[in-house]
């Protein structure tokens, strides 16, 4: 075999060679618990027999065919199944190969919508600060975090950021929780009228929101807040649920447990758990009949969207998480985590909170506990913690530092859904070890 010259940007990593279940292995035959799922990916953990065997057989079938001529049966019934499970106003499917290509395409069909409706002079989007949507221009541009952008600001499109919901950092003590999300609501109101109301296609936000934050679950009563205002002035609520979405807090989708439903949303990362690269758009029947009454089609298309392979691997991926009864374990094993971080780090010195939904929780680390002080981002706690994780066989993602606006650090878990009460505690005591170990080097 050849030597590997190792001219990927990637090449000071380590090699992974294999995966089962919730572990990677190395190249060393080093073992790492998979508890991020990647980037919450791996929904299912790596190398289920299903998965594998949907991909062998499409593979003998077709593995790609252009939807400039063809759909496949593969990919109709995906888009079938997506719709059948998901809340009435979900009526259809665009697919795509990615999270950020997703948000694209949703950006476009939001604008297309008014276009259809004569209604051109819509051109403002409306997102919030610390978000992520995405790397591609559009994403990165409705992406409310200022580090991301501020290079590529001359390519972006404007965009409108008003505040997340972020009730650890953001609610004063006077005030309720109900009371705080209709206070950040109704920036969005505000913002759509000094905008002039006539001139919004879309408002985007990540319903439990995921790197840029830390899991972050809206307060109770902030979606229907805000579904009721982009109702009165006829904007279009996009929910970006590339992250927390496709059963990773419990329901299919996290706005289930909002009571309420998006126009359009996006889904990618646990649609095809990592087996091969895949997103959606889900929207509803009233955009698909501004098209159909309109221009006819929708005016965007990449060349891989609907991939056989790609959607194979997310039908198997889908059929395994309801033949196993997979998002009960999210439930069930959501709250045990939920449970043991609390035990570990409740009375932790430099831990302010715990919090999340199903299988997407955070701990937000902080320099004081009584003023939610964050650490001086020049310290990276985030990649010490990363870094003292994987020593210890475990992966995590940590964010913070420069990266999050220096609004303080915090460490993302995302494990399949397949994790079990033994490999949750283990989760635990490691980023516990590691988070230790970590504050210790950093002299905290
Ligand atoms: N939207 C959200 C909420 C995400 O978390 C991400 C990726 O982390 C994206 C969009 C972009 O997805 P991708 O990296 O697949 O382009």
Redesign the pocket.
């Known amino acids: 075999m050849s030597k590997i010259l190792h001219r990927s940007i990637y090449a000071k990593l380590p090699i992974a060679v294999g995966g089962r279940g919730i572990e990677l292995f190395d190249a060393d035959g080093k073992a790492y618990i998979d508890a991020s799922g990647g980037?919450?990916v791996s929904c299912i953990g790596h190398g289920h027999p299903d998965v594998l065997a949907a991909l062998h057989a499409q593979l003998d079938k077709l593995a790609y065919a252009h939807t400039g001529f063809f759909t496949t049966e593969v990919a109709e019934r995906l888009a079938d199944r997506l719709v059948a499970d998901s809340p009435d106003g979900i009526d259809y499917v665009y697919f795509v190969s990615?999270?950020?290509?997703?948000?694209e395409a949703a950006l476009k069909m939001a604008r297309q919508y008014f276009v259809e409706r004569g209604e051109s002079r819509r051109r403002h989007v409306i997102a919030r600060r610390q978000?992520?949507?995405?790397?591609?221009l559009g994403?990165l541009a409705v992406g409310g975090n200022e580090w991301r952008r501020a290079k590529f600001k001359p390519l972006l499109i404007e965009t409108h950021h008003i505040a997340p919901c972020y009730a650890y950092r953001d609610r004063s003590d006077a005030e309720s929780e109900l009371e705080y999300g209709d206070r950040v609501a109704y920036e969005l109101e505000a913002k759509i009228l000094e905008l002039g109301p006539h001139g919004v296609i879309a408002f985007v936000a990540?319903t439990v929101?995921?790197?840029t934050a830390g899991a972050v679950p809206p307060v109770k009563g902030y979606f229907r807040k805000v579904r009721e205002i982009c109702d009165r002035y006829g904007v279009l609520l996009i929910l970006?649920?590339?992250?927390?979405g496709m059963g990773r807090t419990g329901t299919l989708h996290a706005f289930e447990q909002e009571g309420i439903v998006p126009d359009i949303m996006?889904v990618?990362?646990g649609l095809g758990g990592g087996y091969q690269?895949i997103?959606a758009v889900l929207f509803g029947r009233h955009i698909y009949n501004a098209f159909s009454s309109g221009s006819g089609f929708f005016q965007h298309g990449h060349t891989y969207m609907g991939h056989p392979m790609a959607a194979a691997a997310a039908l198997a991926v889908q059929n395994v998480i309801r033949e196993e009864r997979l998002l009960d374990n999210v439930m069930r094993m959501g709250e045990l985590l939920n449970r043991r971080l609390r035990e570990r780090f409740d009375s932790h010195n430099h831990v302010g909170d715990v919090r999340g939904r199903g299988l997407f929780r955070a701990i937000e680390i902080v320099a004081e506990r009584s003023n939610k002080a964050p650490f001086d981002p020049a310290q990276k706690l985030n990649a010490v913690v990363k870094r003292e994780a994987l020593a210890r066989g475990l992966m995590v993602y940590p964010m913070g530092g420069t990266i999050d606006g220096a609004r303080g650090d915090h460490v993302l878990l995302a494990p399949p859904f397949t994790v079990n009460a033994g490999q949750v505690d283990t989760i635990v005591e490691r980023l516990g070890d590691a988070l230790d170990a970590a504050l210790s080097k950093s002299g905290s």
């Open positions: 980037a919450a990615g999270g950020s290509e997703a948000i978000s992520y949507h995405g790397n591609t994403a990540e929101v995921g790197a970006d649920e590339v992250m927390c996006s990618a990362k690269p997103g």
